[in-house]
């Protein structure tokens, strides 16, 4: 077995492992008394979404290792200066859908901006998301 092929399963496995650990089906938050209005912090939301989405070109062989340390690489830069658009305040349980979406093994064939829990229309109405 070559070592990309071993490096390409063995992130496949990462990804899956850790879609494993996450939400399970019909889970809609915690005990809390911060409720679902709880404000989503918009740069870790944006180091989120982006350090899935190159874990999945990784997993989905759409990069090789070194785009995705190249992708992984200007996550913290990229993502300093995010902002959600004006009048756009997703909901914690949008904003832990679109994560939950993007770290489902199932969809890696998906590309990322084809994921409907993340796209702007879902988590903001009708606001586009800006810098993301």
């Known amino acids: ?3 990309r092929r ?3 399963r063995a992130c496949a496995l990462v990804v899956v492992a850790l879609a494993l650990g996450g939400p399970t089906p019909g889970y809609v938050g915690s ?7 709880q404000t989503v912090d ?3 939301f944006c180091t989120d979404t982006s350090t899935w989405k190159c874990a999945r070109d990784l997993a989905a062989g759409r990069i090789d290792m070194n785009g995705y340390n190249t992708c992984s690489g200007r996550i913290d830069t990229d993502c ?3 902002n959600f658009p004006a009048g756009c305040a997703p909901s914690r349980p ?3 859908a679109c ?3 993007l ?3 199932n969809r890696i064939s998906t590309m990322s901006d084809s994921i409907v829990e993340c796209q702007s229309n879902t988590l903001c109405g009708a606001a586009s998301l800006e810098g993301i």
């Open 103 to 105: 770290s489902d093994a």
């Open 94 to 96: 949008r904003a832990d």
């Open 80 to 82: 300093a200066g995010f």
């Open 31 to 37: 005990c809390s008394t911060s409720g679902p209005d």
């Open 6 to 8: 071993l490096m390409l």
């Open 1 to 3: 077995m070559s070592p």
């Open 99 to 101: 994560i939950s979406a």
């Open 42 to 44: 918009r740069v870790q």
